[in-house]
């Protein structure tokens, strides 16, 4: 079995709340993360009168945007502690037309990762890569979807026996 994969460690959660409900005639649109995310590192790297908030927000990495305004942030341990400060002395500025509801550490999520076999069933490979061709518009025939096989899963060697003998049927 695979080993567990650490996701989102050493990451700060912000749940955020817009100030405005968004229009309900669809002209408005819901920001995207990485929207947010930049209007958030760029209001607080603005912060000039505060230098160690400034820097730890240019030091931010996105991690990620979940539904319900949840930003997810990455950074050094040290940087963290500051916005984790600014947040305690209520200094962290929000990204515009919103509001920070709260600010928390992001325990790791574990993955436990699901094994593959090293082999693919030879008929997955064959109509995957006829239906590839196809989406293409190449003309598949036995020399093109050898040429594209061998391309595409280029550790097998023995790709023309394999269409040699799926013709044959």
């Not at 819901?30 to 929207?35: D, S």
């Not at 730890?56 to 539904?67: E, H, I, K, N, P």
């Not at 093109?144 to 269409?163: C, D, F, N, Q, T």
Request: hydrophobic fraction near 50%.
């Amino acid at each position: 079995m695979a080993r567990p994969v650490q996701l989102a460690p050493g990451s700060l959660a912000l749940v955020l709340s817009r100030l405005e409900a968004p229009k309900a005639a669809g002209v408005a649109e819901e920001p995207g993360g990485h929207a947010v995310f930049r209007a958030f590192r760029r209001a607080n790297a603005r912060c000039f009168w505060n230098s160690r908030l400034a820097r730890a927000a240019s030091r931010l990495a996105f991690q990620g945007w979940l539904r319900r305004g949840v930003l997810l942030v990455h950074a050094p341990p040290a940087s963290l502690q500051v916005l984790r400060d600014a947040w305690g002395r209520r200094a962290l500025r929000p990204p515009r037309g919103f509001r920070i509801r709260a600010v928390g550490d992001v325990f790791p999520v574990q993955m436990n990762p699901i094994a593959q076999s090293q082999f693919i069933p030879l008929a997955e490979v064959l109509c995957g890569a006829i239906s590839d061709m196809n989406a293409a518009q190449t003309v598949v025939t036995q020399e093109s979807l050898l040429e594209h096989l061998m391309k595409h899963y280029p550790g097998h060697r023995a790709w023309h026996l394999v269409i040699q003998s799926f013709w044959m049927v």
